[in-house]
């Protein structure tokens, strides 16, 4: 995508050269380079195809121990780049310099490139195998190659970088009955291939799961979570185990590593190999490394950067990442994987007398407290092992923490949600109200 142009490759170095000359003790540069090709669909139909490409670099430096960031996109003057960061380092109080030692290395890129003819194809493709089924159907869809360039170097001689190739899609099929509105959607995030049959079955299951209403169950009931519905309860078990949030003591774990936690079905890991969320080294330069955070229900450790680490006086995990270019490194997870089961989800419905599926939600789910109410925009109600159709005007109510140590099973069938790649589960005696 052209990251080794010259005047690319040389910036990075220019700002780091200026800075020092213009009296900054210690200098960090981040550059990020990205490639979008997005293939829009609409009323099943290919709407329009898209290129949008970015370019952005941050330079963070010290003057007298005292942080300066600077952001700029597109072409820059390097020298006005420096001279905005030196003037903000005016505004702070002095810190500990915290930068990774001497490391050159260009890590393997990851991913392939497809064609758009290709993404064209896979979207075609996946729509008509859902209106085969129900032509009356209308498919929105979204398939885009993404390709991402990361390179970041410091005045102590660290030159990090790799390139990131990523395929992914989201599809909705809406169904209107009469007054009845119904809208399915699911998606994948792959490296090299994505899969339009596997995820037309998926959408091509839920229909089928939908063509009767029914009445809810209520009261406390089994709930099933399917993978796409289950990364709600991930959200809050991230921040939890954030050291940012321990040192704040906003964290529920803060003082119970080696205490069980959850359901000892639950092993919870992060690994710098595995899926299209893998990621060499984090936003401080620290190769990042497999952790396992939770085991059989066992908390075992809390992610941190630099700062935060030293804070624990427990040193950097290799999680330091920006939320956004012109952010300072955070605790954050580059991907978080739940050992799944081994019976499929059919298993699992078989083992439900009585209970429900959820398995699209509206609005967001629960902050670190762990409580939460939610609106299901998707369920199915399980009867004797049989899902007998779609709940309408259905809530679940519950706290994160509580269900974790009430799941009684885990699916087979995990796949990545954003970062996280969860399987389906069952939690016992979750509240559910509805109208019948």
Request: proline residues 6%; glycine residues 10%.
């Amino acid at each position: 995508m052209g990251s080794d142009r010259p005047q690319y490759s040389a910036l990075a170095e220019q700002l780091l050269e200026l800075a020092l000359r213009s009296g900054a003790e210690a200098v960090e540069v981040f550059q990020s380079r990205s490639l979008s090709r997005p293939v829009f669909f609409e009323a099943n139909r290919l709407k329009q195809l898209e290129i949008s490409e970015a370019e952005g670099i941050a330079l963070r430096l010290w003057r007298d121990g005292c942080p300066g960031l600077a952001v700029a996109y597109g072409d820059i003057e390097p020298q006005a780049l420096v001279d905005r960061a030196l003037a903000l380092s005016q505004l702070n109080e002095p810190e500990t310099i915290e930068l990774s030692d001497s490391t050159n290395r260009r890590y393997p890129d990851v991913g392939e490139a497809v064609p758009v003819e290709q993404l064209v194809e896979w979207g075609q493709e996946a729509i008509a195998l859902i209106r085969d089924v129900y032509p009356e159907i209308l498919c929105t869809a979204e398939w885009e190659c993404d390709i991402e360039t990361t390179r970041l170097i410091n005045s102590r001689g660290l030159d990090c970088g790799y390139t990131d190739t990523t395929l992914s899609c989201y599809m909705d099929a809406e169904w209107i009955r009469g007054e009845d509105f119904l809208s399915v959607g699911d998606g994948q995030t792959e490296r090299g291939s994505l899969d339009p049959v596997s995820l037309a079955q998926q959408i091509l299951q839920r229909l089928e799961w939908t063509k009767e209403n029914t009445p809810p169950p209520t009261g406390k009931v089994p709930v099933l979570f399917t993978s796409k519905a289950a990364d709600m309860l991930w959200d809050t078990v991230q921040a939890a185990m954030n050291g940012k949030q321990v040192v704040e003591g906003a964290s529920p774990w803060g003082d119970r590593l080696g205490e069980l936690v959850m359901s000892p079905l639950l092993t919870l890991f992060q690994h710098p190999d595995i899926g299209p969320y893998s990621c060499p080294f984090d936003d401080e330069g620290i190769p990042t490394q497999s952790i396992t955070f939770v085991k059989e229900g066992e908390l075992q450790l809390f992610y941190t950067d630099r700062r935060i680490g030293r804070l624990l006086s427990s040193g950097s995990t290799g999680n330091g990442f920006r939320p956004g270019l012109g952010s300072y490194p955070t605790p954050g997870l580059f991907n978080l994987l739940i050992e799944p089961g081994f019976h499929p989800l059919e298993t699992l419905i078989d083992t439900m007398t009585d209970g429900l599926i959820v398995d699209q939600m509206l609005g967001g789910g629960a902050g670190i407290s762990g409580d939460f109410s939610i609106n299901v925009d998707l369920g199915y109600r399980v009867r004797n092992g049989e899902v007998i159709g779609r709940v309408k005007d259905t809530m679940v109510a519950g706290n994160v923490y509580t269900a974790l140590k009430q799941v009684v099973a885990l699916g087979g069938d995990a796949e990545w949600n954003g970062s996280c790649y969860t399987p389906s589960l069952i939690v016992e005696g979750l509240s559910v109200t509805g109208r019948g």
